[in-house]
Nanobody, 114 residues
Framework: QVQLVESGGGLVQPGGSLRLSCAAS???????MRWYRQAPGKEREFVAT???????EYAPAVKGRFTISRDNAKNTMSLQMNSLEPEDTAVYYC?????????WGQGTQVTVSS
């Protein structure tokens, strides 16, 4: 079992920055960690992924603005979000993949508005 807790969401003006964090606890080794987001009335969408060796991929909508990072020793993952746009408003979810299961956090709200 893996438990995930996100933090760092909030209200920010367009052009601003936020840093999201995800803390993973449990006895199972996490191979891949990802961020997803879900805006009101839309389906959940992929944002970024990072493997245990540090390899990363980003959705086109966030590439160049968001940076995903991971600390394997502390079992944490972060998402640095810069140049935020109103279209980035969503609930952001942490996802962790082990060899057998996919786990989700409860989500943290990010609102970009003036």
């Amino acid at each position: 079992q893996v438990q995930l807790v996100e933090s760092g969401g909030g209200l920010v003006q367009p052009g601003g920055s936020l840093r999201l964090s995800c803390a993973a606890s449990g006895s199972v080794s996490v191979k891949v960690m990802r961020w997803y987001r879900q805006a009101p009335g839309k389906e959940r969408e992929f944002v970024a992924t990072i493997s245990r060796d540090g390899s990363t991929e980003y959705a086109p909508a966030v590439k160049g603005r968001f940076t995903i990072s991971r600390d394997n020793a502390k079992n944490t993952m972060s998402l640095q979000m810069n140049s935020l746009e109103p279209e980035d408003t969503a609930v952001y979810y942490c996802n962790a993949l082990t060899s057998a299961h996919s786990y989700w956090g409860q989500g943290t709200q990010v609102t970009v508005s003036s």
